[in-house]
């Protein structure tokens, strides 16, 4: 199974900020990288596919990167409806994986 | 709009069974492969298992926690994708979410990512 590490697994931050989460994969799974945003109580929004393909209606300030085993996914101008947990996926083989999920709390 | 619906959750005691759905609504279900996930009080996010289109045989593959257990199927004609969850454990206790997957070309395989999500149908199993 391909193993998916994020971090930090917490950030605070203020509103207008910049933040970074950062990804890892155990392997390589080329582009094949999808990050999800999810509020307490509500299911996840799809954010990016493919690295750094917005899901459709996804605010540009949503920016992913990376490729192989390293990828990103950043968040400019911070505001409050952005405080989430945010968690990244490998869909390259089965089993699907999650990173184990970034808590974005304000500052 | 697209929408997508489970239902079929509940209180259930160990060892027994349940059938939980997933509604579509807004899109041709046959087209799509679909998948579910579930989520443990306060933990993260688990792949459950996936249900290709009958284009694509309609074959599934599970997350091995559950392979064994838990079966997907799907009836197109009703737009509904199912997860039959058997021999329910206290640690299958969990929210448990469905969505819809766009199939990829790649070089040599395809692959599946998750655009619309249901809001969840809460399973939880005690005596």
């Known amino acids: 199974d391909i193993q998916m590490t994020q971090s930090p697994s917490s950030l605070s931050a203020s509103v207008g900020d910049r933040v970074t989460i950062t990804c890892r994969a155990s392997q390589g799974i080329s582009n094949y990288l999808a990050w999800f945003q999810q509020k307490p109580g509500k299911a996840p929004k799809s954010l990016i596919y493919a690295a750094s393909s917005l899901q459709g209606g996804v605010p540009s300030k949503f920016f992913g990167s990376g490729s192989g085993t390293d990828f990103t996914l950043t968040i400019s101008s911070l505001q409050p409806e952005d405080f989430a947990t945010y968690y990244c996926q490998q869909y390259y083989s089965f089993p699907l994986t999650f990173g184990g999920g970034t808590k974005l709390e304000i500052k | 709009e697209v929408q997508l619906v489970e239902s079929g959750g509940g209180l259930v005691q160990p060892g027994r069974s349940l059938r939980l759905s997933c509604t579509a609504a807004?899109?041709?279900?046959?087209?799509?492969?679909m998948s579910w996930f579930r989520q443990a009080p306060g933990k993260g996010l688990e792949w459950v298992g996936f249900?290709?289109?009958?284009?694509?045989?309609?074959?599934?593959e599970y997350a091995a926690s559950v392979k064994g257990r838990f079966s997907i199927s799907r009836d197109d004609s009703k737009s509904i994708a199912y997860l039959q969850v058997n021999s329910l454990k206290t640690e299958d206790t969990a929210v448990y979410y469905c969505?819809?997957?766009?199939?990829?070309?790649?070089?040599?395989?395809?692959?599946?990512?998750?655009?619309?999500w249901g809001k969840g149908t809460t399973v939880t199993v005690s005596s």
């Open positions: 807004g899109f041709t279900f046959g087209d799509y492969a």
């Open positions: 969505a819809r997957d766009i199939r990829v070309a790649g070089t040599s395989d395809y692959y599946y990512y998750m655009d619309v």
């Open positions: 249900i290709r289109t009958k284009d694509y045989g309609g074959t599934t």
